[in-house]
């Protein structure tokens, strides 16, 4: 990984040589850094001690399914990471640094949550920010499809059909319980809905707004969504194998991923990029339209010339180009906004919880604890085989 910081390359591919090159940059504070990633460290540690759900489950989750008296015997076994449950990122942040630019630079992946640190959690820094400097990111060989390749494999190995190019219209709810889903003119008869688009399409366009309390809809329309990004996928005549794989550009505000390096996504001599930035769904015009189009070309453009900044001769040696906005990203996955970890993950966020107020329908997705994030997602699934396990038993 390299950060580009006040005009400065900053290259680790391990904590000790980000350390090390923290150190150098602000030798005032030396102390300060060994001590925050110390700490780090250790609540890093405590918090994936004792986990049932596969991540660390906030104060009023730990209440409903351990009870109370967990909660009164969590500082004294976690005493690191319950000061992070119990702080903002930035608040972290300010109580072992002085230095504002060192503040930033430890900053630079909270895009990986879409969130400001005074907003932050600092757990939800911990474990998909911190985490990064300790123990790496990594990716699915070849690429993010064959995660979903390999889990159609598993329900088909089990019995289980995909279904794509289905898009249902309608989640059938009688007398307060799911009956099934309407795709077209087919029914899907079922006891047992497990949603996985957006909670608002879910509840507000699905389920619709007859099925459900006032209060609730009111509270699923409240709810505020995660930014978007604009980005440019490229192939290139290019050996950009001694690149670092992800380049997060602070200055200017964008990241490039080049990869195929270590996933041989593209030949020998060749190379496969995406160029990222922040954006606002809001600021693009109708797709399909010609102010639409022309907006999306010039932005892939302006995100070209600043990557060439970093890869010279970059546009001289595009051989596939193409681009994505926030109203492509909602065309794809039908995400409201285009947003990239559905709800916003702030700290004031408060996401729907698995089990809703129709029998039988249940979230499995970004929209619900823990939120965005493949891992994240997949963590979504857990209470829910727990309580399926129950309900066979149940059965049987
Ligand atoms: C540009 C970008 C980069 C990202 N990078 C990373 C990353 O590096 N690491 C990471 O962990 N996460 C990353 N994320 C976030 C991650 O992709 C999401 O949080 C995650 O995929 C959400 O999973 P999900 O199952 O909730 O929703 P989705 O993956 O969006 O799946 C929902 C599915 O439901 C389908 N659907 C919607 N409505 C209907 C309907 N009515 N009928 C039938 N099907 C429907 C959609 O087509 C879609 O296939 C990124 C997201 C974006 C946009």
């Known amino acids: 990984m390299r950060y580009i910081f006040k005009g400065k390359e900053i290259d680790a591919s391990n904590l000790e040589e980000f350390i090390k090159a923290l150190s150098e940059m602000f030798p005032e504070e030396k102390e300060n850094i060994y ?5 780090a460290k250790k609540a890093y540690e405590e918090c994936y001690k004792d986990l049932v759900y596969g991540v660390p489950l906030p104060a009023e989750l730990i209440v409903k399914v351990f009870g109370a008296k967990k ?24 109580e072992f640094f002085t230095n504002e630019d060192l503040k930033t630079l430890l900053c630079a992946l909270l895009g990986y949550l879409g969130t400001k640190p005074e907003e932050t959690r600092a757990s939800s820094a911990l474990t998909a920010v911190v985490s990064y400097y300790l123990h790496g990111g990594y990716f699915p060989k070849r690429g993010a499809q064959r995660f979903a390749d390999r889990l159609k494999e598993f329900i088909e190995c089990n019995g289980g059909k995909v279904l794509t190019r289905h898009r249902v219209d309608k989640i059938i709810v009688e007398k307060g319980e799911v009956k099934g889903v309407r795709v077209g003119n087919k029914i ?27 209060d609730f809809v009111e509270y699923i329309k409240k ?23 992800i380049i997060e550009n602070l200055d200017e505000g964008y990241s490039i991923a080049i990869n195929s390096n270590d996933s041989g996504l593209a030949p020998k001599g060749k190379a496969s990029i995406t160029i990222l930035t922040g954006a606002n769904y809001h600021d693009f015009p109708e797709r399909g339209t010609k102010e639409y189009l022309e907006k999306k070309r010039e932005f892939a453009e302006f995100l070209i010339k600043k990557a060439e900044k970093i890869i010279p001769n970059l546009s001289k040696h595009i051989v596939v180009q193409d681009a994505a906005t926030p109203k492509t990203l909602e065309r794809y996955t039908s995400m409201p906004e ?43 699934g857990i209470p829910l085989r727990k309580r399926y396990m129950w309900l066979e038993q149940e059965r049987v």
């Open 35 to 39: 001590a925050f990633f110390d700490e």
């Open 71 to 94: 909660l009164l015997d969590y500082p004294k076994e976690h005493p690191h990471f319950f000061d992070w449950m119990n702080r903002t990122y930035k608040q972290k942040l300010d």
């Open 188 to 214: 899907f008869k079922s006891p047992i809905v497990v949603a996985n688009a957006n909670a608002k399409t879910t509840f507000l366009e699905l389920v619709g707004e007859e099925n459900l309390d006032r």
């Open 223 to 245: 709810l505020k969504m995660s930014p978007s990004c604009f980005m440019v996928f490229l192939g290139v005549d290019m050996d950009l194998s001694g690149y670092p794989t």
């Open 338 to 380: 285009g947003a990239i970890y559905a709800f916003d993950q702030s700290i004031n966020t408060k996401r729907p919880y698995f089990k809703t107020p129709i029998k039988g329908l249940y979230l499995a997705s970004a929209s619900t604890f823990p939120g965005g994030g493949i891992e994240a997602v997949v963590i979504s």
